[in-house]
């Protein structure tokens, strides 16, 4: 399965507002300097992540992006499914029915089971995703960082960019 690079994107967007101060906002373009990436490809992953409530939108030349709600309320399944949609990853469009000398339809009655075995493990990936919060993430991510390396770049970034807005 391959997911596209604004998962990526709005999971590590998500994790970096994670970091901000109470009313503060990051610009989209501020995020994505930080993270290397096209402004405007981001930017709709934003607008994504927004429409699904998990970034709340402060409009105006000092406006930006801040999370809707806390991290551990922010499943990486929440952010997939808001850049992705919702739609399985397979989609069966029963190939088995097509080609030359094709079967009755008493022969298709049954789902079938490649079908079936994606379906299957669709649930267990979402169910993965769905359990694994921002938070967990974050922590886990402390836990690694064991010279502090990659927290005091967040921070440093941060220092600079952060708008304070009232909240």
């Excluded at 994670?18 to 501020?30: E, H, M, T």
């Excluded at 993270?35 to 105006?60: C, F, M």
């Excluded at 490649?114 to 990936?125: C, K, P, Q, T, W």
Aim: aromatic share 4%; glycine share 8%.
């Amino acid at each position: 399965m391959k997911l596209g690079d604004g998962v990526e994107q709005a999971i590590h967007s998500v994790a970096v507002l994670a970091g901000l101060s109470d009313g503060g906002v990051l610009s989209a373009a501020a995020i994505a300097e930080f993270h290397g990436v096209s402004p405007s490809y981001l930017l709709k992953h934003l607008q994504a992540l927004s429409g699904a409530d998990i970034l709340h939108t402060v409009p105006g030349p000092k406006g930006g992006y801040r999370l809707a709600k806390a991290t551990k309320d922010i499943s990486l399944l929440d952010i997939v499914l808001a850049v992705e949609g919702p739609e399985p990853a397979f989609r069966c469009s029963e190939i088995r029915q097509r080609g030359p000398n094709p079967l009755p339809a008493r022969y298709f009655t049954k789902p079938c089971q490649v079908s079936a075995a994606m379906l299957r493990a669709e649930r267990a990936y979402r169910a993965e995703l769905a359990k694994t919060s921002i938070a967990d993430i974050l922590t886990e991510l402390a836990a690694d960082d064991d010279d502090g390396g990659i927290a005091a770049r967040g921070c440093a970034f941060l220092e600079i960019h952060e708008r304070k807005t009232a909240r």
